[in-house]
């Protein structure tokens, strides 16, 4: 939903409507209707209601040059957009990405899923059987998540965390700033960004933790239905429908 100064979301209507720094050239949002969208750096991709990709980002910007708009024909169920790759989940729980490889992001493993999630040069995705799998760059342990059973995963810059099937946050990976240490409590929803996470709580209370330093790491302290975490910023939306954002940058 956000990324480098810009976010999207997803209207009642099924639109998608954009908001924020348009530097590189204004955000031309295709007709939906959509199910779901995921943002990446300077583009987006929406999954359609008939379960098709589209994608969209800034004219000339860097989306167009590597990759990224080269998004594969099929019908899938889930869609997630990294830095400069993207990956989707296929009506029979298969992994496909594409864009630019770094180190490996665009080989995922075999199997069947039921979330993805791509980060920096890497990703991870939740198993049918509820475990995680990463793959791509692991030069900090990012793609080596802990064993157990797991509600939910997000892959972070160079961490990632999940959601344990207890409610409790597990996270890996560089823990310099303190992103991969996570506060005590339950939670049912996790989004890991560049140097900070936020999670939300299982009474629809957000929390976060990094190394953003006010405003970022401060939510407001409304009721959250799902939170999203960019560059310095985040954006959620409340259990009354608002999308409510904090952090740098967010009046663009």
Request: charged share 15%; glycine share 16%.
């Amino acid at each position: 939903m956000s990324w480098s100064g810009h976010s999207c979301g997803l209207a009642e209507t099924g639109e998608i409507v954009c908001w924020g720094n348009a530097e590189n050239g204004a955000l031309r949002s295709p007709p939906g209707p959509f199910d779901a969208l995921s943002t990446g750096t300077g583009y987006a991709c929406g999954l359609r209601t008939d379960g098709t990709l589209t994608c969209l980002g800034q004219p000339g910007g860097l989306w167009s040059f590597v990759g990224q708009a080269l998004w594969p024909p099929g019908e899938y169920s889930q869609v997630s957009v990294g830095a400069s790759f993207s990956c989707a989940i296929t009506t029979s729980q298969t992994i496909t990405c594409w864009g630019r490889e770094a180190d490996s992001e665009m080989k995922p493993p075999s199997g069947t899923f039921s979330r993805i999630s791509a980060g920096l040069t890497h990703a991870c995705g939740l198993r049918t059987n509820g475990t995680v799998a990463c793959w791509g760059s692991n030069s900090d342990d990012e793609a080596t998540p802990p064993s157990g059973v797991f509600s939910h995963v997000s892959a972070g810059d160079w961490f990632g965390c999940g959601v344990r099937e207890n409610g409790t946050l597990a996270c890996w990976g560089f823990d310099e700033y303190g992103q991969a240490s996570p506060p005590d409590g339950t939670f049912r929803h996790v989004s890991a960004g560049a140097d900070y996470a936020c999670g939300i709580k299982s009474d629809g209370s957000v929390a976060c933790w990094g190394r953003e330093a006010e405003p970022a790491t401060t939510p407001p302290t409304e009721a959250f239905a799902d939170v999203s975490v960019g560059m310095g910023y985040a954006c959620g939306r409340t259990e009354d429908g608002e999308i409510t954002c904090w952090g740098q940058a967010t009046t663009e």
